[in-house]
């Protein structure tokens, strides 16, 4: 079975700092692709930082220069470290490994799974 678990949300006031970690089973952290997205109530989902196997990152120009997306393939781990928040960051930040960040980033090789974690809510305050 695999897993995909994020933490590390919580409630910051405005240029605050938080870091997400998302633990995925070795299986999918194999894989090429992972993302970290974001939702807020009412609006569409949007891809906020990816990273592949290789290391190579992207970023939402809403994001670049704030945020740092990283992995530790000892630990299996993706992480979203987020600086000088803002409250327009609000939103609930999920990961994914697979398909949905491999069509993202505009990569249409097959991916026989698409995982997401059950995401963890970051609230910034003014």
């Not at 409630?11 to 997205?37: D, E, P």
């Amino acid at each position: 079975q695999v897993q995909l678990v994020e933490s590390g949300g919580g409630l910051v006031q405005a240029g605050g700092s938080l870091r997400l970690s998302c633990v995925a089973s070795r299986s999918i952290f194999s894989g090429n692709y992972m993302g970290w997205y974001r939702q807020a109530p009412g609006k569409q989902r949007e891809l906020v930082a990816s990273i592949t196997s290789g290391g190579s990152t992207n970023y939402a120009d809403s994001v670049k220069g704030r945020f740092t997306i990283s992995r530790d393939n000892a630990k299996t781990t993706v992480y979203l470290r987020m600086n000088s928040l803002k409250p327009e960051d609000t939103a609930v930040y999920s990961c994914n490994a697979g398909l949905t960040t491999a069509r993202t980033m505009g990569i249409m090789a097959p991916y026989s799974y698409d995982y997401w974690g059950q995401g963890t809510q970051v609230t910034v305050s003014s």
